[in-house]
């Protein structure tokens, strides 16, 4: 009842009634029955019956009001306990805007004691807009009207409060407020970073290139811009309401489904799916899926990213590692892959299958001539006409460089040998490049498994060793692998071995073959010849061991020791009197068109000591083929002062157009055409022709291979007067040349 003024003013007012009613009920009772009993009431009587009714209701008052006190100290004290230790904050201001109370809290909260802020106005404290929410509460009476200010504390950090505030209206209409606050300073702290949180998220949806989607029971619910551009949808519109499974393709279902499953254990992993666009395009993609909540309820949120461009470049790096890039056939990785599986195939058949081993001949002359441009272009031409030659029948795989080799998956040797045939007359076509007529031809060589070997590496050796065999032949024809051909190829192995220690161990020497006037028979140059003394075997012909230095890189470093040796052994035989007009050194393509030729040709001359004018350079027509270039180099050693001479003129293929332009002093018939004399009617005419052009270019004309008296004579009724060969003496050591050279004549 205390605790609702309103109910406590009627419980009074009946409690009033009452009293009145059972007071007069008990005056008049009383008097009633003394009247109707007594004749004469006393005094005293009447007295008596007053006090009783006091005393009766004066106890009754009594216990009242005691009950009444005790409920409210209770209550006070109750209140009070709960008010002194709240964490909130309480005020209580009167009509005046004074403080009249502020709860404990106020030190913890603010840092100052309650009594330093009692009797404070609410300006003090409260900003105006704080002032009229309290005023507002006031006219709404006990409404509570939330209420928020900033107040600082102790330490002069601002802190926010907020709570309600209450006007409570006594009978007099004068009202005091409370205000009951607390410190929400870390959760509004907390609260916009949780809104900035939020709105970074969301835009972070949003704007990201990479789609978000989220979709309940596979109904998608939710997706951003990036996943409407991803499937070329115009708006989400599109995409909202659709199954998931919708986009993926077809083939994927199944996983994606398996996924799913997954996923509601909790399992989330980045998987790879096709999607299909809108328009039926397949792209690729990474997915990631996890339960969310959306909206209250569960839900799967997937993130996509387009991974189609990753998967271009995985398989452009797959074409790179497993395809050659300037022919786009397969290259030597794949081969040694397919060979592979062919061996662990076959063996488990029982079949066969052939390995062929293609290597084009004077491809690297035709490099080294007309540019590597030149050749790049003709081995895209090579590979298509080989591709074209194999179809279906086989495989084909660029080994490296000139080199391709064909897995030919066939019981039949003649089919193999067929198709060998097929690829030489296919690669014996013209090839035009650059409007440049171009002839090549192919050497291949053939091993079968299982006879010519068990595994790839014995198979693609054995090939090879065949194919060597197939230039020794003669180049342009194929030959099956033989065990005898291995011991060829291991004499090459241990020439080669042999060959790059000769010079360091000294086993090379030069000698000399004599250039003499036919018509005085004097001596008039000597020629230069390597010869190769092995430890083991030997003299090696030079026309074994010189291809093979220039197969192998060595024959810089074997002409560059020639040349100097021959300069330096003529400056002796200078110094020593000796009549001598010139040294003749045979310069290897290859030398040739080295990018330091020259300047290695002048630092041997100035290192010798020797006049550059006793220096004849010998090179061979296809030094020539590539015009320009051989123009130019044979320009600048000429400018030094030494001479050139064409050696085998008329086997080789240069125009003639362009060899009058060059600076050559001397030209040399070949031995081919000089063993024609007195053989061959057709020979004979061709050695004419030659002398007749020379003369008439106004070359020095030389014979080499002079082996008979009637050669002589045929040469100088032709007006040949030069010539060289074991007619008028062999190739003979510096010593015994030496001999010669101080008779001045060949006997």
């Known amino acids: 009842m205390w605790k609702d003024w309103g109910v406590a003013k009627k419980a009074a007012l009946h409690f009033v009634i009452l009293y009145i009613t059972i007071s007069s009920l008990w005056v008049s009772l009383s008097d009633y029955i003394f009247t109707r009993n007594l004749s004469y009431i006393p005094e005293w009587m009447n007295t008596s019956k007053g006090l009783v009714f006091i005393i009766l209701s004066g106890f009754v008052f009594y216990n009242l009001l005691k009950k009444m006190i005790k409920d409210i100290i209770k209550d006070e004290r109750y209140y009070r306990l709960i008010v002194e230790n709240a964490s909130d904050l309480i005020l209580v201001i009167d009509r005046k805007g004074k403080l ?15 009594q330093d802020y009692i009797g404070k106005t609410v300006k003090e404290i409260f900003s105006q807009e704080e ?236 490099n080294d001539t007309y540019g590597h441009s030149f050749g790049d272009l003709l081995l895209q031409k090579v590979s298509t006409r080989l591709t074209n030659s194999i179809g279906e029948e086989g495989k084909i795989f660029r080994y490296g460089g000139d080199e391709f080799i ?44 299982p006879k010519d070997g068990e595994n790839v590496e014995a198979l693609i050796q054995n090939s090879d060793i065949a194919m060597y065999n197939a230039k020794e032949n003669g180049k342009n024809n194929y030959q099956y692998y033989t065990s005898s051909l291995n011991l060829s190829h291991r004499w090459r192995m241990e020439l080669e071995t042999g060959l790059r220690n000769a010079i360091t161990n000294n086993e090379l020497s030069l000698h000399y073959q004599p250039q003499v006037d036919l018509v005085s028979n004097q001596i008039i140059g000597l020629e230069a010849l390597i010869r190769w003394k092995h430890p083991d075997y030997g003299f090696i012909s030079p026309a074994e061991f010189i291809p093979l230095a220039e197969e192998t890189g060595l024959i810089f470093s074997i002409g560059k020791w020639v040349l100097k040796t021959a300069c330096t052994q003529c400056k002796q035989w200078i110094d020593m009197g000796l009549p001598i007009d010139s040294v003749a050194v045979n310069v290897s393509p290859l030398q ?6 020259v300047a290695s040709v002048n630092q041997i001359l100035e290192e010798s000591d020797l006049p550059p004018k006793y220096l004849e350079l010998e090179i061979t027509e296809s030094v020539t083929s590539n015009v320009d270039q051989a123009l130019s180099i044979m320009k600048e050693i000429k400018e030094i002062g030494v001479n050139f001479a064409i050696d085998d003129f008329g086997t080789g293929y240069s125009s003639l157009n362009y060899l009058r332009h060059f600076p050559i002093h001397k030209l040399k018939i070949d031995k081919s055409f000089i063993d024609e004399i007195n053989q061959n009617k057709d020979g004979e005419e061709i050695v004419k022709t030659i002398i007749e052009l020379g003369n008439r270019l106004r070359f020095q004309v030389i014979a080499e291979g002079v082996e008979h008296e009637q050669q002589m004579s045929f040469l100088k009724e032709n007006n040949c007067f030069l010539a060289q060969g074991y007619f008028f003496s062999k190739p003979l050591p510096a010593e015994e040349i030496k001999v010669l050279l101080r008779k001045k004549i060949v006997e």
Do not use: C, W
Not at 592 to 597: A, I, L, M, Q
């Open 406 to 449: 064909i897995v030919l998956e066939t019981d039949k040797r003649s089919k193999v040998s067929e198709t060998a045939e097929k690829i030489i007359f296919m690669l014996a076509s013209p090839f035009v490049i650059k409007d440049r007529q171009m002839f090549i031809s192919t050497s291949i060589g053939i091993s079968i498994y």
């Open 100 to 114: 009249e109370y502020i709860s404990p809290s106020f030190q913890s909260i603010v840092g100052y004691h309650p």
């Open 131 to 366: 002032i009229t929410k309290l005023r507002y509460s006031y006219i709404q009476k006990n409404q509570n009207v939330p209420i928020k200010f900033k107040i600082k504390n102790k330490s002069g950090r601002t802190i926010l409060l907020a709570g309600k505030g209450v006007s409570i209206a006594d009978e007099k209409d004068t009202g005091r407020y409370i205000v009951i606050v607390q410190d929400i300073t870390e959760r509004d702290r907390a609260e916009r970073d949780l809104l900035e949180s939020e709105e970074r998220y969301r835009k972070l949806v949003e704007f990201s290139p990479e789609t978000t989607l989220i979709h309940i029971n596979r109904e998608i619910i939710y997706v951003n811009q990036a996943g409407v551009e991803l499937i070329g949808a115009h708006n989400s519109e599109q995409v909202i309401g659709r199954d998931v499974l919708d986009f993926i393709y077809p083939e994927d279902i199944n996983q994606a489904i398996e996924k799913m499953k997954q996923v509601r254990k909790g399992i989330s992993e980045i998987s790879e799916y096709r999607i299909l666009k809108l328009d039926g395009t397949v792209i690729f993609t990474d997915i990631m899926a996890f339960i969310t909540t959306y909206e209250g309820e569960e839900a799967v949120q997937v993130i996509i990213r387009d991974i189609s461009k990753r998967k271009k470049a995985e398989e452009q790096v797959e074409l790179l590692a497993y395809y050659d890039s300037l022919t786009g056939i397969a290259n030597r990785n794949l081969l040694y892959e397919h060979l592979s599986e062919a061996v662990t195939r076959n063996e488990k058949r029982g079949q066969t299958f052939a390995v062929m081993f293609l290597d084009l001949d004077r491809f690297k002359m035709i």
């Open 592 to 597: 040739f068109r080295e990018k330091n030729f």
